[in-house]
């Protein structure tokens, strides 16, 4: 499958396949629209069978198509990890086409979630049979897992966007796929931001990234929560604006009783990626505006 990561999607992407008739349905009574001529890759938008808690905070961005007569365009791949897999989704009308980033956790057969625990201590299971079957690893327990994680990183996107932290909107959730705002770099239109790692910006640029995220990491702090995976494989660059990605791990500084050890954790590796791109950073510092903030 295509990786869309490095490349423009303009160049390469195909042409809608055909809208059916609506109007046949009505004419038929044994016609089916998931039937009709949708190729493969293709399903009809999922937006009109979610609820509210499912969609994204109001109001909606202009990108948000809400017409139950959209189609989604399954694009290629944006990125793959141990736990989920991220899509690029063209969903359009005749009139009004936008891309987003599906991100869609791994079936329980496969291999996820290994260190899972490090960071749900102190998170709590309401159903007894979803904690007994996470605990015995069941094939339940499983699809009970990605479910959770799923909408572990839906409650916190909608957390951190509320709160002004750079995330990308997110769209809506559906089982174990989250649709988001796909992050373009706005310099190279049609290509996916790079990831921070990739980067080497100049000195001006470079200033503005460590201030946006220290602000960042200090609102999520106030929030009660440390990213508890942050690195700059974590963190997108889209232009001269940071997006911070990968959030279904976040830690309560309270409840978590390694919750300053993995905040600790994130304060050095973003401060090591800094100072080797030339600022004099310490991450010493870092945690210490961290903790106050927390505190």
């Known amino acids: 499958m295509k990786n869309y990561s490095e ?28 039937d009709d001529d949708l190729g493969e890759n293709q399903r009809w938008s999922t937006w009109p069978a979610t609820e509210k808690l499912m969609r994204g905070p109001l109001p909606y961005p202009e990108f948000v198509i809400e017409d139950a007569g959209a189609i989604d365009t ?29 991100k869609r956790y791994r079936s329980p057969d496969q291999k996820m979630f290994n260190r899972s625990s490090a960071y749900t201590e102190g998170r709590s299971v309401r159903r007894s049979r979803d904690a007994r079957a996470l605990k015995n690893a069941s094939t339940y327990g ?31 959730i559906m089982g174990t796929e989250i649709l988001m705002e796909f992050i373009e770099d706005p310099e190279n239109p049609g290509t996916a931001a790079s990831r921070l790692q990739q980067t080497h910006p100049d000195e001006k640029r470079l200033h503005g990234y460590w201030k946006q995220l220290v602000e960042a990491m200090r609102t999520l702090a106030r929030l009660g929560y440390a990213h508890g995976d942050l690195s700059p494989y974590n963190v997108l660059a889209a232009g ?9 791990q976040f830690v309560d500084l309270a409840g ?5 050890e993995l905040l600790q954790r994130d304060c050095r590796n973003m401060c090591t990626w800094f100072a080797s791109r030339g600022l004099d950073v310490d991450s010493e510092e870092l945690m210490g505006e961290l903790i106050a903030s927390a505190w």
């Open 74 to 102: 399954e694009l290629g791949i944006l990125k793959t990890g141990k736990e989920a897999d991220v899509f690029l989704i063209e969903r359009a009308t005749d009139s009004q086409s936008t891309l987003l980033a599906a």
């Open 142 to 172: 499983k699809l009970v897992e990605a479910s959770r994680w799923a909408d572990s990183e839906w409650q916190y996107l909608r957390l951190c966007f509320m709160a002004g932290v750079p995330v990308p909107y997110p769209v809506q």
């Open 256 to 260: 978590n009783d390694r919750g300053t």
């Open 240 to 248: 001269d604006r940071l997006v911070i990605i990968d959030l279904p």
């Open 7 to 34: 490349t423009n999607f303009l160049e390469t992407r195909k042409p809608k396949t055909r809208r059916p008739n609506r109007t046949t349905a009505d004419q038929d009574p044994d016609w089916n629209i998931l």
